[in-house]
């Protein structure tokens, strides 16, 4: 857990507020009730295990003791620009879903010299396993839009990483990748500044951009998985405007796909 003087530190960086728990069922949880309750922007909700922590499309997150970072972002809908600015509320969440990842593969690219990468929509890998991955759920009251909360696990030591068997694509830790021992506190802290300077840019063209760059497998041939089949093929190309995935067929024809049941793997590496 964190000192009072690490809070403070947090704090400096732009947060709001931070509340911290040694175990918690899911910090995502915790943020969306603390977000029913008012919770300002940029709040941070931090736990050292979580009991439920979950993933995208009902999966679990494995979080134990002392092994990652746990941590859910509240950007509240006063903090955030105007919905049609974005055209829309799903380009928009998916826009804080690359947020988070972009804060953690240009924190491992540029802190720790390490080579991350993004798998869109939200993971980032290292040496092509998976070392954190990001859900961003938002808190509606009514037809209302309270906020987004954007929740980050990050996997640090070797005790964070699940077996292969448990998971859909195989996971690594920074740690593993780095060689030595990682201050958890200084991770969080560098993703944090990170997380704050793109959130100022959300709307903007500099962010889609820099998203791009440190997409996994540009230019490079991807199946398209539903469900664990291959629906669809295509070259890798990059974002559109609304940051879907712009690919191109073998027939030469450019074709998008949004968030959903999809995942991606490289054309070679695709076993049915
Ligand atoms: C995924 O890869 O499917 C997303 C994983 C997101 C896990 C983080 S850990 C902190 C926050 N709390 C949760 O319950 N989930 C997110």
């Known amino acids: 857990m964190f000192s009072d003087e690490d809070r403070s ?12 728990f040694p175990l918690i069922d899911s910090t995502n949880s915790e943020a969306l ?22 993933g995208r499309q009902g999966r679990s997150w494995f979080t134990p003791p002392q092994a990652a970072l746990a941590f859910s972002l509240v950007l509240s809908a006063a903090g955030m620009p105007a919905a049609a600015d974005l ?4 380009t928009w969440l998916g826009r804080c879903t690359a947020l988070g990842a972009l804060a953690v593969c240009q924190t491992l690219r540029e802190d720790y010299r390490l080579p991350a990468e993004i798998k869109w929509p939200n993971d980032v890998l290292l040496a092509g396993r998976k070392t954190a991955g990001v859900l961003a759920e938002a808190c509606w009251q009514g ?10 696990g990050v996997n640090v030591t070797a005790a964070s990483v699940p077996a292969d068997e448990q998971v859909i694509f195989p ?8 060689g030595r021992q990682v201050n958890r506190f200084e991770l969080l802290r560098a993703i944090l500044a990170r997380l704050l300077h793109w959130k100022k840019q959300l709307a903007e063209p500099a962010f889609l951009q820099a998203w791009e760059e440190q997409l996994a497998w540009r230019g490079k041939w991807v ?3 539903s469900e664990g089949q291959v629906i669809r093929t295509g070259q890798l190309l990059g974002l559109d405007e609304d940051g879907q995935l712009r690919l191109r067929d073998a027939q030469g024809k450019i074709f998008s796909i949004t968030v959903g049941e999809l995942r991606l793997r490289p054309a070679e590496e695709t076993t049915l």
């Open 143 to 152: 037809d209302q839009l309270m906020g987004i909360v954007v929740g980050i």
């Open 87 to 90: 055209a829309g509320f799903p």
């Open 9 to 20: 530190q947090l704090i400096s960086l732009g947060l709001s507020a931070v509340r911290q």
């Open 223 to 225: 199946n398209i998985l």
């Open 171 to 178: 996971a690594t830790c920074v740690e593993a990748a780095l």
């Open 33 to 54: 009730r603390w977000l029913e309750h008012g919770a300002p922007d940029l709040a941070l909700v931090i736990a050292d295990a979580q009991s439920a922590g979950r």
